[in-house]
Each structure stands twice: as structure tokens, then as C-alpha cells.
């Protein structure tokens, strides 16, 4: 954890914030995945460590013009990242913020396949701040419906809840969560959903302030174009989030002209076919969203793209 001195936020003020899930630098647009219908596993050692030295450049290129970085899948110690510890070098190109890593994937070994198998993996979200919070929380996230074997080599999802100081006793919460995927159903998505809810939902009731950058794993309301065509053995692929049952006057921001999220069958062909919208924010009904939109980057870095925010604090 690195940090700098608190800083206020006052009513009125603008924010911008960069959510990127950057799949631990492995998953240009030449890549597939065996657990998602493709048959690659790791991309070579040399493309590994060139494609993750170009996002690095992309993460740079924002530093001036955001204030919060929320990032996801970034490994410290990983097979599948050759032992580069991806936190220390974002941490370096983005001096002066502050820096807090939520581990919520470790697992000594994965033994799939077993002709190539997967190995140790730490990784986590990763959020980056050039104002000082107040504090960090991170707050784990349920998954009871993953068991024995599996549970062992699941990721266990969590919030981190960084709380800013502003003006007459409240504060500015920025949470930085990811919800699992791969699960029968949706069923542990949306009930991560609804605890990722409860929690905000009492924040924003004490007149606080409340953005959520998600990898929810789901759409957003609404959402008609570049929905992925096909599910995952079976099973239900992205489920829509209710906005009747979930964030009732709450703002989904996302653009909707601009997938941010590829399926890994296959390589990616440039088309929007197999794309679709997983990572957008949330917030509260005191905070006014000035823009969002997805930075197109044709997936050539990650099978996510990053979504970029701009807001007005009421």
C-alpha cells in the first residue's frame, strides 16, 4: 500500500476516473483461452512481457488527465506473468498516487490442464489514487456456491471501499469491485450484486457519495447491441442487471456504441460479433455524470477494454 496525505473534495468538484481489467498483460487480440471454448493457455514469454510494457504506456498516457485508476486481473506473482510483479511497475509509472492492491485470486498451484498446467497465481485489483483517502477497506465477497475441489482454485471476489473526505461530515466513496463469472446461472454474480448494494446503498443513505467501477460479469440495463451470442457450457453467459431490483435511481454509466469485453474462443477478428458490455459504473443519484466512453483499443492489448468517466459532484 502506498499512500499520500488526505486530501478534501468539495461539492462541485470534478472527477475522473479509468476502470481497465488488463488480464494480467496475457490476453491480446491474438490470444484465446482453453476455459473459455480456446485451446491456448499462456502467451509466450516475449509477447507476455512486450504486451504488458505497452499497457503500461496506455496507463502513463492518463495519469495527467485522471484522477483514479481502477484496475483489475493485475498479478504480483504469477506463472502466467512470469514472475513480473505488474503492481510495481504501474506503481512506477504512475508516481505520487496513491496505491492499494486487493488480492482476490491466490492459488499455489492449478493443476488444468494438466499437459500445461496453469500454476501459481496472485492477482488482484489494483486502485490508484492522486488524492489521499481517508481509508481503504476491503471487504469480501460471497462464493458458498463453489465447492470442494473447486473452491480451491476459485477467485475470492471482494469491494475495496475508498472513502475521500468532503465538506459537512460526508465523503466521496469510490469502490473498486470485480464479481465472479463462470458460475451456474449467474447466480453468485447477482448475489455478489446485491451485497455490493447493500453496502452502497447505506452509504449514499447518510448523504454520501457513491461511485462503483465494476467487472460485474453482467450487462447493464438496457443494453441491446453486442451481446455475446453463445454461454458458457450451457450455461447462462451475462445475465442483465435489473434496475427495478438493483440501484432503483441509481445512474448505470457506460457507453453503449463501444463493447468493452470479448469472448476468448478464439482470436479476436475485429467485428462485433462475440463482444459485449461487462464493466461500467454505478452511482449514486447525488453525482452527475458528465461523460463516459470506452476507449477503443480493437482489444489489441486486453480482452477488456478501459471505460473512462467523468463526473460532477452535486
Known amino acids: 500500500m502506498r499512500v499520500v496525505d488526505p486530501s478534501s473534495e468539495k461539492v462541485g468538484d470534478t472527477l475522473s476516473i479509468l476502470l481497465w481489467n488488463i488480464s494480467n498483460g496475457g490476453m491480446p487480440a491474438e490470444m484465446d483461452f482453453f476455459y473459455s471454448g480456446g485451446i491456448r493457455i499462456h502467451l509466450e514469454e516475449g509477447k507476455g ?37 505488474q503492481v510495481q511497475e504501474i506503481q512506477k509509472r504512475l508516481k505520487g498516487f496513491e496505491s492499494v492492491y486487493c488480492p482476490n485470486f491466490a492459488v499455489p498451484y492449478i493443476p488444468v490442464p494438466l499437459d500445461q498446467p496453469i500454476g501459481k497465481v496472485y492477482s488482484g485489483m489494483l486502485s490508484m489514487s492522486s488524492k489521499g483517502a481517508l481509508s481503504h477497506e476491503r471487504v469480501p465477497l460471497n462464493d458458498k456456491d463453489f465447492y470442494w475441489p473447486k473452491k480451491l482454485f476459485t477467485a475470492k471476489k471482494c469491494m475495496d471501499i475508498a472513502e475521500y473526505p468532503m465538506e459537512e461530515n460526508r465523503s466521496l466513496f469510490i469502490i473498486n469491485v470485480h464479481l465472479n463469472s463462470y458460475d451456474y446461472m449467474g447466480e453468485i454474480r447477482l448475489a455478489q450484486l446485491q451485497e455490493v448494494e447493500t453496502v452502497t446503498q447505506k452509504l449514499y443513505a447518510a448523504g454520501n457519495y457513491v461511485i462503483i467501477g465494476g467487472g460485474w460479469n453482467m450487462n447493464p440495463p438496457h443494453f441491446q447491441q453486442y451481446k455475446i451470442s453463445y454461454d458458457y457450457k450451457g450455461k447462462v453467459a451475462f445475465p442483465e442487471v435489473d434496475p427495478e431490483k438493483h440501484f432503483k435511481g441509481w445512474k448505470f454509466a457506460y457507453q453503449n456504441t463501444i463493447p468493452t469485453s470479448r469472448v476468448l474462443n478464439e482470436a479476436y477478428r475485429h467485428s462485433a460479433l462475440n463482444t459485449t458490455i461487462k464493466d461500467f459504473f454505478i452511482c449514486s443519484p447525488n453525482v452527475s455524470v458528465l461523460r463516459v466512453n470506452t476507449v477503443s483499443q480493437q482489444f489489441e492489448f486486453s480482452d477488456h477494454h478501459p471505460v473512462y468517466l467523468s463526473v460532477f459532484l452535486k
Open 49 to 85: 512481457k512486450a504486451n504488458f510494457d505497452a499497457i503500461l504506456q496506455e496507463i502513463e498516457s492518463y495519469k495527467d488527465s485522471t484522477d483514479v485508476f481502477l484496475l483489475h486481473k493485475v498479478d504480483s506473482a504469477s506463472k502466467r506473468a512470469y514472475g513480473v510483479n
